[in-house]
């Protein structure tokens, strides 16, 4: 609510007359107490997590053609009321976690001197703040996602956000309950550091939520602000962190990837580009273990599988999964739960030529490096297998 009754008196104490966007502010905030202004948040949070992940839901479910190509993860496609029921338990944890949450830490804003009177900030000021806040929850949310990655962490808390493997919009939220709490903390340092309007505030907050949506659209389409923003990581570079699952010790940056590179826990990430990239060049001539194959559609399709099945763990050993069942690409320990049977197998480049023909010719079904579980049967203790396409023999 700002000290004014008037927009004269409003100037008379800037001693210039107002902007703009002050006036606006003006009639907007006059009359409103600080906190209904802060509860804003609140209902920002809801309407960007409804409406903007809606276009890629679109997309998954009608299974577009013409955008099916920008998919990191094409063979991995949610059916509706798996979004929907990944919605509503985000929706659940917004309204009994986010929002109380949201509500307690009124005092504290206050405490940190966020303002909503007048001047309004210029927008270098709020391109800054907003920069900085950017900084330092990247900084302290890249520590405490590796802490999540640790054995108790990820089994107690963190494995929940990791049952999508394929990462979608709505799932930039699913998560444990206490992962929200700590999660949240470092989104009021900044803040806290560098006060500033509640403006700035409600923007931060709101591109906050937009950025974690995109990190987790599943989708690296050519205008993806990672292609224009530098050192962004971006939905690709966050969908490898999912695709490995929680063995991965690679890509814990949330927004920008310094960390990563600082730190070293990108190793597996830039491996495997080169790795893939070799592939995709070597496939792309039709090499095939020195041979060529002689229908160039053969060629490409086995490349484009390639590198959808190919995986490089951060040992370096390409591994590939053997699926007895049909799975909707969650976790590994949900598969399991519901009596898919894996066989993981450390393949050399020869095996995966044998694996991808036979998989073109219905014999067997392959899954994505992103389904691994803890327990894996081991190639060899599970002697024949059935799968679920075309099964015109057993496989070992």
């Known amino acids: 609510m700002l000290p004014f009754q008037t927009m004269h008196e409003a100037e008379m104490a800037l001693a210039r007359p107002l902007t703009f966007a002050e006036r606006v502010w003006f009639r907007y905030s006059a009359q409103i107490p600080d906190f209904w202004l802060y509860c804003h948040n609140i209902l920002f949070l809801f309407l960007i997590f409804s409406v903007a992940p809606l276009p890629l839901a679109f997309i998954d479910i009608n299974n577009s053609k013409s955008l099916s190509k920008y998919k990191l993860q094409p063979k991995i496609r949610l059916p509706s009321h798996a979004i929907f029921k990944c919605y509503k338990d985000v929706m659940f944890m917004f309204i009994f976690v986010v929002g109380p949450l949201q509500l307690c830490s009124y005092p504290t804003v206050k405490l940190l001197g966020i303002r909503t009177g007048l001047p309004l900030p210029s927008g270098w000021e709020i391109f800054f703040q907003l920069l900085v806040y950017f900084l330092i929850e990247d900084y302290l949310n890249y520590w405490i996602h590796r802490l999540l990655h640790c054995k108790w962490g990820y089994e107690k808390i963190h494995r929940v956000h990791h ?33 500033g309007h509640m403006i700035t505030f409600w923007l931060w907050i709101a591109l906050r939520q937009m950025e974690a949506i995109d990190t987790h659209s599943g989708y690296d389409f050519p205008l993806s602000p990672a292609k224009y923003i530098p050192l ?165």
């Open 163 to 195: 049952e999508f493997t394929a990462p979608i919009g709505y799932a930039a939220p699913y998560a444990h309950w206490a992962e929200i709490l700590i999660l949240g903390i470092p989104s009021f340092v900044g803040p806290a550091l560098v006060p």
């Open 232 to 396: 962004y990581g971006g939905a690709e570079y966050h969908d490898y962190h999912h695709y490995v699952g929680g063995q991965s010790q690679s890509n814990f940056a949330s927004v920008f990837t310094y960390c990563d590179y600082i730190y070293g826990t990108d190793k597996g990430y830039r491996y495997q580009k080169q790795h893939l990239a070799k592939l995709r060049e070597q496939w792309g001539r039709g090499e095939q273990n020195g041979d060529a194959y002689h229908d160039p559609r053969e060629a490409h399709s086995l490349t484009e599988r390639g590198l959808e099945l190919l995986a490089l763990p951060d040992d370096g050993v390409p591994r590939l999964l053997l699926d007895t069942g049909c799975g909707l690409g969650l976790s590994g320990e949900t598969l399991s739960e519901k009596e898919h049977h894996w066989i993981g197998l450390d393949i050399s480049k020869s095996m995966l030529d044998v694996a991808l023909k036979r998989e073109v010719d219905g014999d067997l079904l392959l899954a994505d490096m992103g389904q691994i579980s803890k327990n894996l049967v081991p190639l060899g203790h599970q002697r024949h297998t059935r799968v679920c396409r075309a099964p015109k023999q057993s496989t070992h």
